[in-house]
């Protein structure tokens, strides 16, 4: 059996991350989980992308989870606790602290490590068969701080208490319900709306998405006072950008704006 790895692929503006182990539904091993912050680092980097999507290979899953199997040897003992957890903290801060969109879209399994990655996502749409869950108590697996952070800005307590106390799974209207995913689709409609979504996001000005994706990930900081000059610094580079003159300019003379991210 082949092992996971971890698909990079840039596709014109849109940078791409899949979770290539379906034999495992997906799981992610030690490798993937060190690939990510490489991925985030290398399309931070290119001006050419402008937006990142994570999904799973085929249909069946997005990510059923971290890779348990590896357990035994990278999250035993309190030092590779430590160590592994460090490792996730990187991973989910490499896509949250991006000042490009993220999308998961999500087939199937979305379970664990891989709701961990979804919820750090700034988008997420699935499916209308995809399940979701957190089964840490069912597995006595300590859940990681950062995980913990995101699931609970995300669904808030009273949800959270009940995902992490009971491990139990969720199907896609509950998951909506509880703003795990902004949009439920027909499975066989799934991958044309979220090319809708993307299509839109490369439309839309890039500076001002980064804006506000900084300010909203700044108030959600869970130690210390928001960084308002961080924040202020953002406003003031979208408000002396070309795409700001050229956001007036369109409207003032009623066609599509064209923005360049600078």
Request: with cysteine; proline share 3%.
């Amino acid at each position: 059996m082949s092992a996971g790895r971890l698909g990079v692929d840039k596709r014109g503006a849109v940078g791409w991350i899949v979770f290539d182990q379906p034999q495992k539904k997906n799981a992610i091993n030690g490798a993937m989980w060190r690939g990510i912050p490489e991925a985030m680092a290398r399309f931070d980097a290119d001006a050419e992308v402008r937006c990142v999507v994570f999904r799973g290979a085929g249909a069946e899953a997005f990510a059923a989870g971290a890779d348990i199997s590896e357990f035994e040897k990278v999250r035993a003992g309190g030092g590779a606790v430590s160590e592994y957890d460090g490792l996730l903290d990187r991973v989910l801060h490499s896509i949250q602290d991006s000042r490009k969109p993220s999308v998961a879209l999500i087939h199937g399994y979305c379970m664990g490590g891989g709701l961990e990655v979804a919820l750090a996502c700034d988008l997420r749409y699935c499916g209308a068969s995809a399940q979701f869950g957190i089964p840490a108590a069912k597995l006595g697996i300590a859940y990681n701080v950062e995980g913990h952070k995101r699931l609970l800005e995300t669904v808030g307590h009273a949800r959270a208490r009940e995902i992490m106390f009971l491990g139990r799974r969720y199907g896609a209207p509950e998951a909506l319900a509880m703003g795990l995913v902004h949009r439920v689709l027909p499975d066989a409609e799934l991958e044309a709306h979220v090319d809708g979504v993307i299509a839109t996001l490369l439309e839309n000005a890039p500076l001002a998405i980064a804006n506000s994706k900084t300010i909203l990930e700044e108030y959600a900081k869970a130690e210390g006072a928001a960084d308002h000059d961080r924040m202020r610094g953002a406003i003031e580079r979208c408000a002396k950008s070309e795409d700001y003159q050229e956001g007036r300019r369109a409207f003032m003379e009623k066609r599509k704006p064209q923005f360049r991210g600078r």
